[in-house]
């Protein structure tokens, strides 16, 4: 089982990557309710009636990691709408030279679900795509893409 990963690479410290992966309503596009920048920390995402997840903050070491376990979670857009419950969603944090490696990873979300090719276009979209923008630019963006999820 291979579980969704991508990762990037940008001139920002680990410090400003980290911050910019907590402001979780600055890339992530939708409804978010609850805080999202420290350990313990609940949060839910809803995107219109597709979407809803709640993530709890279960590792967070500045500079380093964040890791959020989906604690509740239905997708009106697959047969089984608790696909996502369990899974834990992980950003590593390295140095790597000058540059800053973010690595992604969706640890549970697996080719065997039925939402893994539709979320991990979305999940390309909001780390490649926007979360990316937000660390270089300081400013997420908005999804242009038909397929909503």
């Known amino acids: ?3 969704y990963t991508t990762s990037f690479l940008v001139d920002q410290t680990p410090e400003e990557v980290f911050a910019a992966i907590n402001n979780v309503r600055g890339w992530w596009t939708g409804e978010i309710e609850g805080s999202t920048d420290k350990l313990g920390d609940e949060f839910t995402y809803r995107y219109e009636e597709l979407h809803y997840s709640k993530q709890r903050i279960t590792e967070f070491i500045p500079g380093k990691k964040v890791v959020w376990l989906v604690t509740d979670a239905s997708l009106n857009f697959v047969e089984d709408k ?3 419950i369990g899974t834990e ?3 590593e ?3 790597m030279g000058d540059k800053t490696e973010v690595r992604f990873t969706h640890l549970g979300l697996v080719p065997e679900y039925e939402c893994f090719d539709s979320c991990s276009n979305a999940w390309g979209f909001y780390i490649n795509g926007s979360l990316r923008n937000l660390i270089t630019t300081g400013k997420g963006q908005q999804p242009n893409f038909v397929d909503k999820v």
Do not use: K, L, P, Y
């Open 89 to 91: 969603i992980t950003f």
């Open 1 to 3: 089982m291979t579980n």
């Open 82 to 84: 608790t696909e996502w």
């Open 93 to 95: 944090i390295a140095r």
